[in-house]
């Protein structure tokens, strides 16, 4: 693909991967993507996934005519995008690597301390004259890790964003859903934590003329693309509310619980509540309920009491979340226990950490399964929630 007239992509996609970073399914695959910059010296921005190297090496190979490349630029070393260095440097021996002195060090980790001999150690300010083109780097540490850096082609006003503006998926394959619901969960799962320095990114990506960015993971993005997609990326690393609705997580041993939670979802449609996801904890993807908890500003924890604690699933859960700085939202509990109702005391404590979380007035107990009582309850909560 043409990214522009000099700019080539020559990433790849997987369709065989099952778990992305050994947890988050990919139903339609992923994209590595890697580029070519061609001038009067061509660099090569990135590797991709250690499986595809022969199929990468191909098309950087086509992309340059058979030409080998001046630079390897290496804006981040996880090994989706790192993993190809040492074979590249064997293919290319004259080629030189050109990354931050902390990507240096960990590329001598991965593929031990006489890797890359010819070298160039960049930091933020420093550019890569390439002819026509000149790279600009720019520092964006722990977008996701600490040694990132993005760079930027005046010449055609493309920024290489790294795993920023990412998605999950593979590039040939039409998403139903659009750039959102992936880059979301993408986001939230893998970003989630770093807000602020994401904050600190898009504040200094702000002050280029930028037409095109080109993320290390799904599409290419242009025009009106690229203003939503940082309206997106404001909002999530804000920590603000994107949608109104109410995201419901439950889990339930021998379906009580599960029984409250979709009654609640019920009754919080019958108000008017434009929204209610809801999800079982032991069987819906997990990451997709850490995007619905981030996407809408009230979230529902039901829950049964289970060795005093909370089903380990629920408090998996909310680990999830507070180690992503979940903040700014309503929370609220439903718990169940036959004898000794504890879950939703548990619960609260887990986000004791936690910055700006409202607690819902109303707690929904159930003793082993729904009465009178405890539908007042819910009926309470619904109201509260609406």
Same mark, same amino acid.
């Given at each position: 693909m043409q990214v522009t007239d000099d700019i080539v992509y020559?990433?790849?996609?997987?369709?065989?991967?099952?778990?992305?970073?050994?947890?988050?399914?990919?139903?339609?695959?992923?994209?590595?993507?890697?580029?070519?910059?061609?001038?009067?010296?061509?660099?090569?921005?990135?590797?991709?996934?250690?499986?595809?190297?022969?199929?990468?090496?191909?098309?950087?190979?086509?992309?340059?005519?058979?030409?080998?490349?001046?630079?390897?630029?290496?804006?981040?070393?996880?090994?989706?995008?790192?993993?190809?260095?040492?074979?590249?440097?064997?293919?290319?021996?004259?080629? $030189?690597?050109?990354? /931050? %002195?902390?990507?240096?060090? @960990?590329?001598?980790?991965? #593929? *031990?301390?006489?890797? +890359?001999?010819?070298?160039?150690?960049?930091?933020?300010?420093?550019?890569?004259?390439?002819?026509?083109?000149?790279?600009?780097?720019?520092?964006?540490?722990?977008?996701?890790?600490?040694?990132?850096? $993005?760079?930027?082609? /005046? %010449?055609?006003?493309?920024? @290489?964003?790294?795993?920023? #503006? *990412?998605?999950?998926? +593979?590039?040939?394959?039409?998403?139903?859903?659009?750039?959102?619901?992936?880059?979301?969960?993408?986001?939230?799962?893998?970003?989630?934590?770093?807000?602020?320095?994401?904050?600190?990114?898009?504040?200094?990506?702000?002050?280029?003329?930028?037409?095109?960015?080109?993320?290390?993971?799904?599409?290419?993005?242009?025009?009106?693309?690229?203003?939503?997609?940082?309206?997106?990326?404001?909002?999530?690393?804000?920590?603000?509310?994107?949608?109104?609705?109410?995201?419901?997580?439950?889990?339930?041993?021998?379906?009580?619980?599960?029984?409250?939670?979709?009654?609640?979802?019920?009754?919080?449609?019958?108000?008017?509540?434009?929204?209610?996801?809801?999800?079982?904890?032991?069987?819906?993807?997990?990451?997709?309920?850490?995007?619905?908890?981030?996407?809408?500003?009230?979230?529902?924890?039901?829950?049964?009491?289970?060795?005093?604690?909370?089903?380990?699933?629920?408090?998996?859960?909310?680990?999830?979340?507070?180690?992503?700085?979940?903040?700014?939202?309503?929370?609220?509990?439903?718990?169940?226990?036959?004898?000794?109702?504890?879950?939703?005391?548990?619960?609260?404590?887990?986000?004791?950490?936690?910055?700006?979380?409202?607690?819902?007035?109303?707690?929904?107990?159930?003793?082993?399964?729904?009465?009178?009582?405890?539908?007042?309850?819910?009926?309470?909560l619904a109201a509260e929630l609406a």
């Amino acid at each position: 693909m043409q990214v522009t007239d000099d700019i080539v992509y020559v990433g790849v996609n997987d369709h065989d991967i099952d778990l992305f970073e050994g947890q988050y399914v990919v139903p339609r695959g992923m994209a590595y993507n890697s580029y070519v910059v061609k001038d009067a010296k061509t660099a090569v921005m990135d590797t991709v996934d250690a499986r595809f190297f022969d199929e990468w090496r191909s098309n950087v190979e086509t992309a340059l005519g058979g030409r080998a490349p001046d630079y390897l630029v290496v804006h981040h070393m996880e090994p989706d995008h790192s993993a190809c260095i040492a074979r590249a440097l064997e293919a290319w021996p004259a080629v $030189v690597v050109v990354s /931050s %002195a902390q990507a240096f060090k @960990f590329m001598e980790q991965f #593929f *031990g301390a006489g890797i +890359a001999p010819n070298r160039t150690v960049v930091k933020e300010g420093d550019a890569l004259d390439l002819g026509r083109h000149k790279l600009a780097f720019v520092a964006a540490p722990m977008v996701h890790w600490p040694e990132v850096m $993005v760079s930027y082609d /005046s %010449a055609d006003k493309v920024l @290489f964003s790294a795993d920023g #503006f *990412g998605k999950f998926g +593979a590039n040939d394959v039409e998403d139903p859903e659009g750039w959102d619901c992936e880059a979301r969960r993408y986001y939230f799962g893998i970003v989630g934590k770093y807000g602020a320095q994401t904050q600190a990114l898009l504040k200094k990506a702000a002050a280029l003329d930028i037409e095109t960015v080109c993320p290390l993971h799904g599409p290419v993005l242009r025009g009106e693309e690229i203003a939503h997609a940082v309206k997106q990326y404001s909002t999530w690393s804000s920590y603000g509310v994107e949608s109104p609705g109410v995201c419901i997580a439950y889990t339930s041993v021998y379906g009580h619980t599960k029984e409250a939670a979709l009654l609640l979802k019920e009754k919080l449609l019958e108000k008017g509540c434009p929204k209610v996801a809801i999800a079982d904890l032991a069987r819906d993807d997990m990451p997709e309920t850490v995007e619905d908890a981030f996407r809408y500003g009230k979230l529902v924890l039901a829950t049964t009491t289970y060795n005093m604690d909370v089903f380990p699933f629920m408090r998996t859960f909310i680990e999830h979340l507070t180690e992503r700085n979940y903040q700014s939202r309503t929370v609220a509990f439903i718990e169940n226990g036959t004898w000794a109702p504890a879950a939703a005391r548990v619960m609260k404590s887990l986000f004791e950490k936690s910055k700006d979380i409202t607690f819902a007035g109303t707690t929904v107990t159930i003793r082993s399964a729904l009465d009178a009582s405890s539908r007042a309850q819910i009926d309470a909560l619904a109201a509260e929630l609406a």
